[in-house]
């Protein structure tokens, strides 16, 4: 059964700690994307990674932010020092690029993220 | 004007009637069409997927596709109370990453 994981799946910190969420993408897919959801946002794209480069982290604040995918199973974000606006749940997702199109994507569960 | 556009609901619909929701888009060179289903407190989940103009059915959903007005939409036919939640569009152009609606909240009176 082929699916997103993502660790911590609840994360409460205090202001000004660091935080660090993981994703394993699904076996095989080369694109890996991070997504903020708030209620007042709505869901909006952090990081974009294709073939584990990034291609696009536009929507990411660059100073306290950060994405890497150090292997094609492990991707991570960071947020260092965190606030308490970085208080969202935060999803991984992965799909695939195949002829120069973007395929479906398939979301996992979400890290909820309490920033006190 | 937003890139993809929702009515944010609530669309509220009795058991059993068609439920339709709409979606559209700006950017004309637009080619992957989705919509997500997203239940309050979980992770959207891939209902539907299309790519050419048309209908493509899966069960209960039908999606639409109309390029030339930049319109698609998602039917749900016999509509039950579990299918109350927040649909979302997304729309994908190229190898750049989807872009998503608001979404439009769902609820289905029983």
């Known amino acids: 059964d082929a699916r997103v994981t993502q660790t911590p799946r609840h994360k409460v910190t205090e202001m000004g700690q660091e935080v660090t969420m993981r994703c394993q993408p699904i076996?095989?897919?080369?694109?890996v994307f991070w997504y903020r959801q708030t209620m007042m946002q709505g869901l909006e794209l952090l990081a974009y990674f294709r073939n584990r480069a990034p291609l696009d982290d536009s929507g990411m604040p660059k100073d306290r932010f950060s994405a890497e995918m150090p292997d094609a199973t492990l991707a991570t974000l960071k947020i260092q020092p965190s606030e308490p606006r970085d208080s969202a749940v935060y999803f991984c997702a992965s799909g695939l690029v195949i002829t120069g199109r973007i395929g479906e994507q398939f979301f996992g569960p979400g890290t909820r993220l309490t920033v006190l | 004007q937003k890139e993809v556009e929702q009515n944010s609901g609530p669309l509220s619909v009795p058991e059993g009637a068609i439920a339709s929701l709409n979606c559209t888009y700006s950017?004309?060179?637009?080619?992957?069409f989705f919509w997500y289903r997203q239940y309050s407190g979980k992770s959207p989940e891939l209902i539907m997927s299309i790519y050419s103009n048309g209908d493509k059915e899966d069960g209960r959903f039908t999606a639409q596709l109309n390029k030339a007005s930049q319109y698609v939409s998602l039917l749900i036919r016999d509509s039950q109370p579990s299918d109350s939640a927040t649909y979302l569009c997304a729309v994908g152009t190229g190898r750049r990453a989807l872009t998503f609606g608001s979404g439009t909240r769902l609820q289905v009176q029983p």
């Open positions: 076996l095989g897919h080369n694109t």
């Open positions: 950017d004309r060179v637009s080619q992957s």
